[in-house]
Every structure is written in C-alpha cells, then in structure tokens.
C-alpha cells in the first residue's frame, strides 16, 4: 500500500466519522496504532486536518478530527489521481484483452 492510499483512507475515514476513536480507525484501516498516531500528527502538521480534545471529559483519550479545506483539497487531489490510475489501469487491460483476443482468433483462423 503506498503512502497515497493511506493518506487517502485516512482522510476518507475522518470525514465520513471524526469522532472515531484512534484504536478503533486503526484497526479498520489496518494499522497500528503508532502507525495511525503518527498519520495524524503529519496530516495535522500539514494543516490537512484538525485535532480537538475534550478537556473536560473524564475519559481525556477522546478527540475528534476535523479535515480543514486544505485537506478537504488535498482529498479531492488523491481522488482524481487515484481515479486516474484506475482509469489507465482500465484502459491497459482493455488493450491486453483486445490483443490477446485477436491473437486467439488468428490462431484459430478467425477474422
């Protein structure tokens, strides 16, 4: 997985629910938590998002992310790329099908 996917999954997961809980984002994207930890301290570094305690709150491990328009920007830009890749990946198998059927149909005396 490269380092555009995760940032990519991670800013999904956070505007779909950024009231999750880092073990709970951890696991279902498939990191550690050190791992998940370490995403959110660059992403915020970064300005793609925000991070907020509550204070007051006895359990004080409990944050919420919020993405800021840079990373709501930044989220768009890995979507299109991402969409990209997969449309020339498309496009790639397309041809090799295309090529391979003709061979066939050559070899077997089709037009």
Known sequence: MTIHIDKFNL????????????????????FSVGKLNYCLKELKKKGF???????????????????????????????????????EEYDELKNELKDENNKNNKNYGFK
């Open 49 to 87: 998002i925000k991070i907020k305690s509550f204070n007051k709150n006895p359990n004080k491990l409990k944050y919420i992310y919020i993405l800021t328009p840079k990373g709501i920007t930044e989220k768009a830009n890995l979507t299109i790329g991402f969409m990209k890749r997969k449309m």
């Open 11 to 30: 800013l999904r997961k956070i505007k779909k629910d950024s009231n999750n809980s880092q073990r709970r984002m951890a696991k279902e994207l498939g």
